[in-house]
């Protein structure tokens, strides 16, 4: 039986496949855009297109995420804190803090025994998440990755504000009075990360785990261990946990 988790989350949607022998054998990932449902259409040709028909007797689909309910040939919806914790487990072992950054929420999940024991979620604020970097990355009219590569050189500059808007103000307040671009990048993302570290020190401890769209970002994942006192512990895949964990559990449905 072949598994497929649909993840579709407010910035990105990710598919990703589980072959007969539990292996990852397939992942995609696009922008959801404006509507959740044709980024589940998208998802659902990109897969036809690597082979998979959703619509055969031997594959079973699970939906998760932030648009879950749009996404009509899955079997099964499943919360993202559920298909989080066993992708994570999957990915990382059964037992640890997974943290997951994504576009407009942070999750903390605690694992015990290969299970989701707790979880915590910040998703009444942008700022922590990857869409707090997306724009102020587009303020300093950089990419993403610029601004880490910036913020290794850069000196800390304190970006105080709790909000998004009012976090937006102050960098274009520092970049009027002429402060270095890398200082900049420095705050911000120092700015995230220790909202992230303070969300992540009300869970069990290490070992940690990141996952979601910052996976890859090597200077977040530096900055986030040196703020909670542990390595963090990541990989290319972990940004698929969610639509991973989906999938195991579309296994199950067999």
């Not at 993202?80 to 990915?91: F, K, N, S, W, Y």
């Not at 040196?226 to 296994?251: D, E, H, K, N, Y």
Request: proline share 3%; net charge neutral.
């Amino acid at each position: 039986m072949i598994g497929i988790g649909i993840d579709i989350g407010s910035t990105a949607a990710k598919a990703a496949v589980v072959d007969g022998e539990g292996l990852v054998a397939w992942t995609c990932v696009q922008p959801t855009g404006f509507s959740s449902v044709d980024a589940s259409e998208r998802l659902r040709e990109a897969l036809a297109a690597a082979g998979y028909d959703v619509a055969t007797d031997d594959v079973r689909v699970v939906a998760t995420g932030y648009g879950r309910v749009a996404v009509p040939y899955a079997h099964k919806v499943v919360t993202e804190i559920t298909c989080h914790g066993t992708g994570a487990v999957r990915l990382f072992g059964d037992h640890g803090t997974v943290i997951d950054v994504g576009g407009q929420d942070t999750k903390v999940i605690t694992i015990k025994g290969g299970r989701v024991a707790k979880f915590a979620m910040n998703d009444k604020c942008a700022a922590g998440t990857g869409r707090f970097l997306e724009i102020m990355a587009d303020r300093l009219g950089i990419s993403q990755q610029q601004m880490a590569d910036l913020a290794r050189s850069g000196e800390p500059t304190k970006i105080s504000s709790m909000c998004t808007v009012f976090a937006e103000s102050e960098v274009i307040s520092l970049i009027g009075r002429g402060e270095p671009r890398e200082n900049i990048a420095r705050g911000v993302i120092e700015s995230v990360v220790s909202r992230v570290a303070t969300m992540a020190s009300q869970a069990a401890g290490a070992p940690y785990y990141l996952t979601g769209g910052l996976c890859e970002n090597a200077y977040v994942v530096e900055r986030l261990g040196a703020l909670v006192g542990s390595p963090v512990t990541t990989s290319p895949q972990a940004r698929f946990a969610g639509a991973i964990g989906a999938a195991i559990r579309a296994q199950a449905l067999a």
